[in-house]
Structures are given as structure tokens and as C-alpha cells.
T-cell receptor, first 110, second 113 residues
Framework: QKEVEQDPGPLSVPEGAIVSLNCTYS??????FMWYRQYSRKGPELLMY????GNKEDGRFTAQVDKSSKYISLFIRDSQPSDSATYLC??????????FGAGTRLTVKP | ETGVTQTPRHLVMGMTNKKSLKCEQH?????MYWYKQSAKKPLELMFV???????ENNSVPSRFSPECPNSSHLFLHLHTLQPEDSALYLC????????????FGDGTRLSIL
């Protein structure tokens, strides 16, 4: 079993749609949860950073962590073509050793 | 503009060549990392430096040799690479090893002929 599972997609949605991206994990000791966005030919860019369970909102982006289910989500409201990218989930123990998902490729069509 | 700068952005080399990748962070961080990113695979952590000391080496082949002369600079020296080493090599930094998110550069796209 992989430590972090993420559906690679690709996922294609029309502009304005709500996008849901998800990851599951196996290590219940993870405490920090992150979402990165990676555009083509660029490095991963930190989008959301959360500690333990709960929700965090930043503009059109909402991150959710459900530690009891070992499940994290990223929601994108009013999606835009500029949101087209690969989204990576990541998580870590308290020593910052991060484990990444393989990434979900998202395309938002005008 | 990214706080982590990597050079070169692209590198093509033969299996017998020796080259080096460079990373510089302008964020005042104390920990730096090298990752390998291959298509459709999770990022693979290669090396971790904290306060210029190597703290982790994830069974990386000896043909990859890291160097961290100070907390702002990180190098990855390459020699006698194999075709399967072709990938995107990413550098990252974080405030320290105990927490806080990692910030990435844009990577070096390496192709081995």
C-alpha cells in the first residue's frame, strides 16, 4: 500500500465549476498537510498549509483534513482556466519529512 | 519571483560527463532539500541538509553527490549517470527541519543521452 494515494486524473471541468481534489494516506501520525500547485515547466508552489484536522479557506480555495478517515481534500470554487495545473498533496510528521502524492492534472476549459 | 533559484533550467549530458546543479535560496531558511520528480510518480526525497549538515540520504546512488557550502547554497554533483536518471530535479528550502512548509525552485530538467 502506498503511503499517500492520489488519483492522477486527468480531470477536466468547465470554467466556473467547483473542483474537488482528494488524497488518502495510511500513516495516522501525519500532522501537517499541504497542497501544492505545479504549472508546466515550473516548480511546486505552496497553496495551502494546515495542521491537524479541520478546514482552512483562502479565497477560492478550501482545504479539508479528516484525520479519522485519513483523507484530505482541496476544493476550488469558481474555477478559472488559470487554475489548470497539476495539484500535489503532501503531508509530514513533525520533523518535516514530507510524503507526496503523485499529483492530479486539472484542466479548466473556458 | 521564486525565493529559490535553480540553475541551469535544462541540462543534457552524456553518461560519462560530470556536471553540477546549483540551488540558491533567498528566504533565510536553514534547511535545504533535493528531490527527484519523474513523470506520474511522487516526488522522491534525495538529500536533506540542516544548518549545512547532511541529515538524510535516502539510499541515493553514489553517482549523485550533494554539497552544501552554506545555508543559502546547495549543489548536486553528477557523474556517470544512467538514462533512468533523466528527470526534473527540484531544490526546496524550509525554515528548519522541525516544521514549516517547504518552498521549491523551478527545477533543472535533466536529460541523459
Amino acid at each position: 500500500q502506498k503511503e499517500v494515494e492520489q488519483d492522477p486524473g486527468p480531470l477536466s471541468v468547465p470554467e466556473g465549476a467547483i473542483v474537488s481534489l482528494n488524497c488518502t494516506y495510511s500513516n495516522s501520525a501525519f500532522q501537517y498537510f499541504m497542497w501544492y500547485r505545479q504549472y508546466s515547466r515550473k516548480g511546486p508552489e505552496l497553496l495551502m498549509y494546515t495542521y491537524s484536522s479541520g478546514n482552512k479557506e483562502d479565497g477560492r480555495f478550501t482545504a479539508q483534513v479528516d484525520k479519522s478517515s485519513k483523507y484530505i481534500s482541496l476544493f476550488i470554487r469558481d474555477s478559472q482556466p488559470s487554475d489548470s495545473a497539476t495539484y500535489l498533496c503532501a503531508m509530514s510528521l513533525n520533523n518535516n519529512d514530507m510524503r507526496f502524492g503523485a499529483g492530479t492534472r486539472l484542466t479548466v476549459k473556458p | 519571483e521564486t525565493g529559490v533559484t535553480q540553475t541551469p533550467r535544462h541540462l543534457v549530458m552524456g553518461m560519462t560527463n560530470k556536471k553540477s546543479l546549483k540551488c540558491e535560496q533567498h528566504l533565510g531558511h536553514n534547511a535545504m532539500y533535493w528531490y527527484k520528480q519523474s513523470a506520474k510518480k511522487p516526488l522522491e526525497l534525495m538529500f536533506v541538509y540542516s544548518l549545512e549538515e547532511r541529515v538524510e540520504n535516502n539510499s541515493v546512488p553514489s553517482r549523485f553527490s550533494p554539497e552544501c557550502p552554506n545555508s543559502s547554497h546547495l549543489f548536486l554533483h553528477l557523474h556517470t549517470l544512467q538514462p533512468e536518471d533523466s528527470a526534473l530535479y527540484l531544490c526546496a528550502s524550509s525554515q528548519d527541519r522541525q516544521g514549516g512548509p517547504q518552498h521549491f525552485g523551478d527545477g533543472t530538467r535533466l536529460s541523459i543521452l
